[in-house]
């Protein structure tokens, strides 16, 4: 059974610092990324980690302000926030994939809330 498990999120300041975490098991995941969902908004990509190579990717409106990081030996994925702004107030929800030749799977984690005040 997979499971994705999100932790880290709560109440700053703008300004401030969060660490997120998530923890992935029952599969050996190709890349894990997070995305958020603010209220009224669609769901939208912040970063992501490729486990094959290392390389990362950010949405550019969190670029130089968020870390995504890990330990791939343990499916274990961090997203470093600093410089927290009201915009980034969201629900943050880890993505973990399978990447095989011919079929992807995708989990999802079931969110921490992130609130940033002014």
């Known amino acids: 059974q997979v499971q994705i498990v999100e932790s880290g999120g709560g109440l700053v300041q703008a300004g401030g610092s969060l660490r997120l975490s998530c923890v992935g098991s029952?599969?050996?995941?190709?890349?894990m990324a997070w995305f958020r969902q603010a209220p009224g908004s669609e769901r939208e990509f912040v970063a992501s980690?490729?486990?094959?190579?290392?390389?990362?990717d950010y949405a550019t409106s969190v670029k130089g302000r968020f870390t995504i990081s890990g330990d791939n030996a343990k499916n274990t994925v961090y997203l470093q926030m600093n410089n927290l702004k009201p915009e980034d107030t969201a629900v943050y929800s880890c993505?973990?994939?399978?990447?095989?030749?011919?079929?992807?799977?995708?989990?999802w984690g079931q969110g921490t809330q992130v609130t940033v005040s002014s």
């Open positions: 029952g599969r050996t995941f190709t890349t």
């Open positions: 993505n973990a994939q399978v990447n095989m030749p011919y079929r992807k799977e995708i989990y």
């Open positions: 980690i490729n486990w094959s190579d290392g390389s990362t």
